[in-house]
């Protein structure tokens, strides 16, 4: 009996992940298609659900515009959701958010330390970045910056 209710459970989950993908597929087809509004209906449930894909592409919808109002704040949230899970675009959407002051105070610690972590995690644009931005910043912001990210990397257990 043991062993049915495992297998049941592992096919409920194999089930919703199956559903969960297809679902995002068919959101980013509709961003794709520029039919915002559908691809919102679509992606918001995922990206509530915790889907860091999800998250990223809400959060790109809020900045551009796309099905919703652009809402900076809104955006940062679903990037820094996104970015607790590793996702690393996040991570340079956010260092870019801070970088040119879109929608928030221009900060070059946060932009080099979300450029910093982006690079960490694979994103190779966020070490160009962090290359130009480190140019017009001292050492001591610098390490500054880097101490914060790997302060934050240890808070969100990455």
């Known amino acids: 009996m043991r062993l049915f209710r495992g297998l049941i459970v592992v096919l409920l989950l194999h089930l919703s992940l199956v559903i969960n993908a297809a679902t995002l597929d068919?959101?980013?087809?509709?961003?794709?298609?520029?039919?915002?509004?559908?691809?919102?209906?679509?992606?918001?449930?995922?990206?509530?659900?915790?889907?860091?894909?999800?998250?990223?592409?809400?959060?790109?919808?809020?900045?551009?515009g796309k099905g919703v109002a652009t809402n900076i704040l809104t955006a940062l949230k679903?990037?820094?959701?996104?970015?607790?899970?590793?996702?690393?675009?996040?991570?340079?959407?956010?260092?870019?958010?801070?970088?040119?002051?879109k929608?928030?105070?221009?900060?070059?610690?946060?932009?080099?330390?979300?450029?910093?972590?982006?690079?960490t995690f694979g994103d190779s644009r966020g070490g160009n970045l962090q290359a130009a931005l480190a140019r017009g910043m001292t050492d001591n912001q610098i390490n500054q910056a880097k101490q914060m990210a790997d302060t934050w990397r240890r808070q969100n257990g990455l």
């Open 26 to 64: 068919e959101g980013l087809s509709a961003l794709n298609a520029g039919n915002h509004k559908k691809s919102l209906k679509l992606l918001l449930p995922l990206a509530n659900k915790g889907n860091a894909k999800a998250q990223y592409y809400v959060a790109n919808m809020y900045v551009e």
């Open 78 to 101: 679903w990037y820094k959701v996104a970015a607790k899970q590793g996702h690393s675009a996040s991570m340079f959407m956010l260092g870019s958010i801070y970088f040119e002051g």
């Open 103 to 119: 929608g928030v105070t221009v900060d070059q610690s946060e932009a080099y330390k979300w450029f910093y972590l982006a690079k």
